[in-house]
């Protein structure tokens, strides 16, 4: 593995989303003197908070999975998450609703998604069930520490048994038709293939390896904290602290001070300089190209994910018929992808992600008053409406979500609305999110692994990139890795054992972030592994 040269004593991590503090952690466990500088008034980034009135919103990832990556975070530095944020396991992990008037609850457990298939579609969709989960935990076992969890110098790393293993899987194949080999309800086939749209592709082109993100959504298990999604990057912010990590809140970076291919400085809007051995950018990528003064040449251009509408609403009321996450399908398929990754279109029969946040922690709004989070995915600016066409065409969307929600059983979603906010992808744009999209560079095959944008920077010698726009990809999964192998590109250190637990300063307790009214941080796609991902 290729790691930076020269002296790393102290390290400026740029940006406090997730892959920026679980950096900082692990640099931090490996004797580092860690920086950490964000424009914000607190962490978060993608997972950000912002305060409606009384109700306190995620504005990014709704949900937790694979918080083994997150511990791994807090172990560098002798912690623990579960010492930090208390996780509460959500049965169903999902509720699938569809045109038909059905409805599936999807369990992360086995023996009781097995039966809820048995009583959805009959005895062999059921044994389907088990033969698909038992094809994803090999898919899994196959991919992750060769292919996700892992730093890549060259594409010649791909030459390994694992890759024959994953090609006999078929892992090579298309998503949707290798989902069909198992499963021939096509209600149950989207529940286990839309995921492909957090990777920025339609289920019939996308590669049957990103059933990966199904595995992590569906088999592994999903969490929500109390507090909220923001809950962890308050805690890792604070586990950084603790450990002895410099947090510079409020602090923009206007520049890199260079000399013979090494970054000598960060400086801030503020006129300070900052002198360092090392840099982590962990910003939009093309911030870190502006601030680098180069981007890398690709034979062809980066081709970004969709994008999203949010319309966050504190309401009076609720629905009996929501679970936590509820998965609200349209009548169409193929078309809809068509829209969103094609013609640009919005999508004419939408599918929705319904969160109801206070399901599991009340605290988040008045007494009596709920949550509810809305994600409709939308073209991205370079494929459809431009960022500027939706100061127009937002708030006539937002009429014609609120409409079709009362449609499929919200009866009186609109008058119940107490307090709301409406993110665009001209909100999108204004945070510096190339495209307008939130969920950053799409995982095609010429952008994925070793052929997405690497963490080491040509020239540079002493930077490097984390985040969702470089390995291993977009979610929170992956964001966490992005951090730790970023971190192992400074100190050499894929992993360490954790250490002793500090005993000088006790835990803090979670604080509050400073809140906003403005328009909110970015949300990840519609999953834990890349939204509710996703970062």
């Not at 998503?175 to 069909?180: A, E």
């Not at 602090?251 to 890199?256: A, F, N, P, R």
């Not at 349209?330 to 969103?340: I, N, Q, V």
């Not at 920077?457 to 979610?475: E, I, K, Y």
Request: include cysteine; charge should be positive; proline fraction near 8%.
């Amino acid at each position: 593995m290729r790691t930076v040269t020269g002296p790393t004593e102290h390290v400026v991590v740029v940006g406090a989303g997730l892959s920026g503090l679980a950096c900082a952690l692990h640099l931090l466990g490996a004797g580092r003197k860690v920086t950490l500088v964000e424009r914000d008034a607190g962490p978060g980034g993608r997972a950000g908070r912002l305060r409606l009135g009384d109700y306190l919103v995620d504005t990014g990832p709704t949900v937790l999975t694979m918080p083994h990556l997150a511990d791994e975070a807090f172990a560098a530095v002798g912690d623990s998450l579960a010492r930090r944020v208390e996780l509460v396991p959500l049965h169903p992990a999902y509720r699938a609703g569809f045109a038909d008037g059905t409805s599936l609850d999807v369990h992360t457990d086995g023996d009781a998604m097995e039966a809820e298939v048995r009583r959805f579609a009959g005895p062999a969709e059921a044994a389907g069930y088990r033969r698909l989960r038992h094809w994803l935990e090999r898919l899994y076992r196959a991919q992750m520490r060769r292919f996700i969890d892992t730093n890549f110098d060259s594409p010649f790393q791909l030459a390994h048994p694992d890759l024959a293993r994953l090609a006999a899987l078929g892992g090579f194949g298309r998503l949707d038709g290798r989902i069909g080999r198992f499963l021939s309800d096509d209600r149950l086939r989207r529940v286990f293939s839309f995921q492909a749209l957090y990777a920025g592709v339609a289920p019939a082109r996308a590669l049957a390896a990103y059933a990966v993100i199904a595995y992590m959504d569906t088999v592994a298990g999903v969490w929500f904290p109390k507090g909220g999604m923001h809950a962890l990057p308050r805690a890792m912010a604070d586990a950084a602290s603790d450990a002895g990590a410099e947090l510079r809140w409020s602090s923009e970076v206007s520049g890199l001070e260079r000399t013979a291919g090494r970054v000598r400085a960060v400086r801030l809007a503020s006129g300070e300089r900052i002198a360092c051995d090392a840099v982590v950018l962990t910003c939009e990528l093309s911030t870190a190209h502006r601030l680098m003064g180069r981007a890398p040449v690709r034979p062809v251009p980066l081709r970004h994910s969709p994008s999203a509408v949010i319309l966050h609403a504190g309401t009076d009321r609720t629905w009996p018929h929501l679970a936590h996450h509820t998965l609200s399908f349209g009548a169409a398929w193929e078309r809809t992808f068509d829209e969103l990754t094609r013609t640009g279109t919005l999508m004419s029969d939408p599918s929705l992600l319904i969160t109801r946040p206070t399901t599991h922690d009340a605290s988040l709004a008045p007494p009596g008053r709920h949550l509810h989070y809305v994600l409709a995915p939308c073209p991205n600016t370079a494929v459809g409406p431009s960022a500027t066409a939706w100061r127009e065409l937002g708030p006539r969307y937002r009429d014609s979500l609120v409409a079709e929600l009362e449609r499929r059983g919200l009866d009186g979603f609109a008058d119940s609305v107490q307090e709301e906010a409406l993110v665009t992808p001209l909100d999108w744009t204004a945070q510096g999110h190339a495209a307008g999209t939130p969920f950053s560079v799409s995982h095609t095959f010429a952008q994925t692994g070793p052929f997405r944008p690497r963490n080491l920077v040509r020239g540079l010698d002493n930077v490097v990139l984390a985040g969702c726009g470089t390995t291993p990809g977009v979610g929170v999964p992956t964001v966490l890795i992005s951090g730790k192998l970023a971190a192992a590109r400074i100190t050499g250190v894929p992993g360490r054992t954790p250490r002793t637990p500090r005993t000088s300063r006790p835990a803090r307790a979670a604080a509050p972030r400073p809140t906003t009214t403005t328009a909110p941080t970015t949300p990840t796609a519609p999953t834990s592994a890349g939204a509710h991902d996703p970062s």
